[in-house]
């Protein structure tokens, strides 16, 4: 298999020291990471599916990635990692050691549901399971899951709470977490038995990482895809995030050719795209824009807007 390698999470600006004691990650100096939610980065992890388990630290002891633990998550959650091109969202997977170190440190999570491929996603919503058609399983950033001894409903909560992705509740022990759209809903107001066109409403724009340093290259990715066979305009637009009216800066993004539509034919090239953060950029909290073209649909958003980014000097 060919190695997917991750970028290093953490650049000079972002050096976080740590220290291991009794199998615990402990920050010793701690320095704003690259996600605003990290966790220790400790997860054990365990498919009730496919019965694939395992304890991964998803940072070495300099603050970077740990790819084998990378590797050893895409292989606990089936995810086709050569296929993808990619591995299972880090964001996602901090997140989740946010939460699951805030409520229950060191305990094992219960997989129910890891990544789907649109071809099972289909089949279980065909027997009526709630699975949207756009699902963040499909994008590889998304769990279904429970701890032992965790309410659901009190865990649904406490994600809810932080307003910092999807989180959902049917009922029980187990709730539906994702590194999507910031939104909660429980059985009543999923929506996830809706058989009407999406019309792409609900795609998500979001950066590979919380924090960056200037002239650092970004990459963006799509998410809740139901139909490709549209285009991005070539230019990134950079807005200060508690003012979406006017842009700050200005940059392209890093394509082949000069093409006036970035043409998205499929789920790979919708997850790939990047650019540079303008140069002069002060410090502060932003948000990039893409605007689409050549759309399939008249009900299709004109344009998507990303998450929060903090820019550090």
Not at 18 to 47: C, V, Y
Not at 151 to 176: A, F, M, P, S
Not at 227 to 240: A, D, Q, S
């Amino acid at each position: 298999m060919t190695k997917i390698r991750v970028r290093s999470l953490l650049s000079a600006s972002f050096i976080v020291v740590f220290t291991f004691f009794n199998a615990t990650t402990i920050l010793a100096d701690p320095q704003p990471g690259r996600f605003f939610l990290m966790g220790s980065g400790a997860l054990h992890l365990k498919n009730l599916r496919n019965e694939k388990e395992a304890q991964v630290r998803l940072l070495n002891r300099d603050g970077s990635l740990n790819e084998q633990g990378f590797e050893e998550v895409d292989r606990v959650f089936d995810f086709p990692t050569e296929a993808m091109g990619e591995h299972i969202s880090p964001r996602m997977l901090f997140m989740l050691s946010y939460f699951s170190d805030l409520v229950a440190p060191g305990k094992t999570i219960q997989i129910e549901s890891a990544y789907r491929s649109p071809e099972y996603n289909n089949k279980i919503r065909d027997k009526g399971a709630n699975a949207a058609r756009t699902s963040t399983h499909i994008d590889g950033i998304a769990l279904d899951f429970w701890i032992e001894g965790v309410d659901g409903k009190q865990l649904w909560e406490t994600v809810r709470e932080k307003n910092c992705c999807g989180v959902g509740h049917y009922g029980g022990k187990i709730i539906h977490f994702d590194a999507g759209r910031p939104r909660f809903w429980e059985a009543a107001t999923s929506g996830t038995k809706i058989k009407e066109p999406d019309y792409n409403r609900h795609l998500y724009l979001a950066t590979d990482f919380d924090r960056y340093s200037l002239n650092e290259k970004i990459r963006l990715s799509f998410s809740g895809i139901s139909t490709f066979g549209f285009g991005v305009k070539p230019t990134v637009l950079v807005y200060n995030a508690a003012d979406l009216a006017k842009p700050v800066g200005r940059v392209p993004i890093q394509a082949a050719g000069k093409a006036d539509c970035i043409s998205l034919k499929d789920h790979k090239a919708s997850r790939f795209l990047y650019t540079t953060l303008p140069s002069a950029l002060p410090a502060g909290r932003y948000r990039v824009k893409l605007e689409f073209c050549e759309k399939p649909f008249v009900e299709m958003p004109d344009e998507a807007v990303s998450n929060e980014i903090e820019v550090i000097r």
